[in-house]
């Protein structure tokens, strides 16, 4: 199987602008999960999806959203990019999606904010 | 809200020698803890989880113990070796699919 895709690799963009991120999960699992990695905050849940439905948020401000698609793919917005954006954005698919199942990452996409 | 806390944050050891990293939680209600492994530039890897109602686990050299009444729960290495230089992640789930991370630990196998 193939593993979690996450595309672009890497971003620059700058401050104002938005981005979209987009995670295609392992198949046949139906939720994925977004992470932020910066080395002062170490890594912070965003959000969660299921079944195109947000099961679960994390303490970001509302221009972090996404989106999940009926075949599984997520995607990730962030408008009015700030410096502070920048990060590693990890996503993460399970199966079956419970409380207690393994997450496997993607490789991530660096997003750079200037 | 859960909060995970990890040390040391930066751990050295000879190489054959047993490394030892260690996390706290605060949600009571926790119940799955996984550990991962995240090489320079690459993802993080899970390399053994634990799940509430188990005690100890262990797989080769890598073994990983909970205490629930305690709140804590360790990941030891044994027979350490060079590739086992990386940054290691403890966590603990809140909700379905909600990860809480520690903030890390930076292991180095010194030859």
């Known amino acids: 199987k193939a593993g979690v895709t996450q595309t672009p690799r890497y971003l620059i963009k700058t401050r104002g602008q938005q981005v979209t991120l987009s995670c295609s999960p392992i198949?046949?699992?139906?939720?994925v999960s977004w992470y932020q990695q910066t080395p002062g905050q170490g890594l912070q849940f965003l959000f969660e999806?299921?079944?195109?439905?947000?099961?679960n948020k994390g303490n970001f401000p509302g221009r972090f959203s996404g989106r999940q698609f009926s075949n599984s793919r997520s995607e990730m917005n962030v408008s009015t990019l700030e410096l502070g954006d920048s990060a590693l954005y990890l996503c993460?698919?399970?199966?079956?999606?419970?409380?207690?199942?393994?997450?496997?990452f993607g490789q991530g996409t660096r997003l750079t904010v200037v | 809200g859960e909060n995970v806390e990890q040390h040391p944050s930066t751990l050295s050891v000879q190489e054959g020698d047993s490394a030892v990293i260690k996390c706290t939680y605060s949600?009571?209600?926790?119940?799955?803890f996984p550990w991962y492994k995240q090489e320079l530039g690459k993802r993080p890897q899970l390399i053994i989880d634990?799940?509430?109602?188990?005690g100890e686990k262990k797989d080769q050299r890598i073994a990983v113990t909970l205490n629930k009444t305690a709140k804590h729960f360790s990941l030891h290495i044994t027979e350490t070796q060079p590739e086992d230089s990386a940054v290691y992640f403890c966590?603990?789930?809140?909700?379905?699919?909600?990860?809480?991370f520690g903030q890390g630990t930076r292991l180095t196998i010194n030859p």
């Open positions: 966590a603990a789930n809140q909700g379905a699919q909600k990860l809480v």
């Open positions: 949600d009571s209600a926790s119940n799955y």
């Open positions: 999806y299921f079944s195109e439905t947000q099961r």
């Open positions: 993460a698919s399970s199966f079956p999606g419970g409380a207690d199942t393994e997450a496997f």
């Open positions: 634990i799940r509430s109602n188990v």
């Open positions: 198949s046949g699992h139906r939720s």
